[in-house]
């Protein structure tokens, strides 16, 4: 341990306040709406914060690191927090710097913006020659300026075009290359679709879930059940294990007790494993309502088409417990393992 020591620990005591204040000194960010925001647009990802965190805070904190580092996150919110993070929409910011719609270009990430968006601006690119033979081969001419305009409104941090653009042709055409442009060119900050995301950090399973258990959302990530819950109750998801979509592959790898997240634009909640087993692939049972909040993950059982492998957790919800010394402490009460580690 070095010779210095930060202002936020003294004498063996970790003032979170103080580190708070601190980290903010050094760091451009801000806490609107649910989410921080930086120079680099909306954080869709916190857990290089947390890494970051958790760097300053190891040679001087020990016991339950990561739990006050959880709490520390907590305590940025706080310190971060502004009641209103409104888009500035005369500009759009790049990857190399801001565009003004004026035309002129700043180099650099002076300021937190909302959304950044992942391509560099470059004014002496040249002509776009492949893209504009594919817009050629696919529509009119007449459609292919109104094409670009729309493309360019989806660039705008603003609603002022108010225009929706509806392509319609025979299938196989291309079509659904315009939106893996546009995906491209927006990058996290343009909406997927999706409804949620599935994580299972232990066996290094994620993937972003999407409304409907068809071949259209397993291949994008796990398909939802459209019956089943989608925030509270049984949410049933389904997902493939094989082939270039095997989103589930890691299914196969969970124990009973492993953890589980999903997150919503509603909210996150956290489940314990309770189960893990084959199931007939006519039995649909796993997925009827129990009474609480849980969630069920099946997927296919390689070389047993009639089988299928099931994956059901319980949420965890937190309480409070008296002990005999007349505290409270607040645990995880469907969880064996925190009893074990800690009483």
Not at 12 to 28: I, K, V
Not at 158 to 171: D, T
Request: aromatic share 10%; with cysteine.
């Amino acid at each position: 341990m070095s010779n210095f020591t930060p202002a936020w620990f003294k004498k063996g005591f970790f003032n979170e306040s103080l580190f708070c204040d601190d980290f903010l000194s050094t760091h451009q960010l801000l806490y609107s709406n649910g989410a921080f925001f930086t120079p680099d647009g909306r954080m869709v990802d916190p857990m290089p914060l947390r890494c970051e965190i958790f760097e300053m805070m190891r040679e001087y904190v020990g016991a339950n690191l990561a739990k006050k580092v959880t709490n520390v996150v907590d305590v940025l919110k706080l310190a971060a927090q502004v009641e209103d993070f409104p888009p500035v929409t005369d500009r759009i910011a790049l990857a190399n710097g801001t565009l003004y719609l004026d035309g002129t270009f700043q180099e650099g990430k002076p300021e937190i913006v909302r959304n950044r968006l992942p391509v560099r601006y470059d004014p002496k690119a040249a002509q776009p020659t492949h893209w504009l033979r594919f817009l050629s081969d696919l529509l009119y001419p007449e459609d292919i300026p109104t094409v670009q305009e729309f493309i360019g409104y989806c660039l705008i941090p603003s609603n002022k075009g108010q225009r929706m653009m509806v392509i319609k042709g025979s299938g196989g055409e291309g079509k659904s290359q315009i939106g893996v442009v546009l995906s491209r060119l927006l990058g996290c900050n343009m909406k997927d679709g999706s409804i949620g995301k599935v994580s299972i950090d232990r066996v290094s399973l994620s993937c972003k879930v999407y409304e409907g258990a068809t071949d259209s959302s397993m291949s994008k990530g796990a398909g939802h059940y459209t019956s089943s819950g989608i925030y509270t109750g049984n949410i049933g998801l389904f997902g493939h294990n094989r082939g270039s979509h095997a989103y589930f592959a890691k299914l196969k790898n969970v124990k009973i007790g492993d953890i589980v997240e999903y997150k919503t634009a509603i909210g996150t909640k956290t489940y314990q494993v309770t189960f893990v087993g084959s199931i007939s692939y006519t039995d649909y049972s796993y997925l009827n309502e129990m009474g609480d909040n849980r969630i069920t993950l099946i997927t296919c059982i390689a070389n047993q088409p009639s089988l299928r492998l099931c994956v059901q957790a319980v949420e965890i919800r937190c309480m409070l417990i008296s002990l005999p010394t007349g505290k409270q402490r607040s645990c995880l009460e469907n969880s064996p393992a925190y009893w074990n580690e800690r009483l």
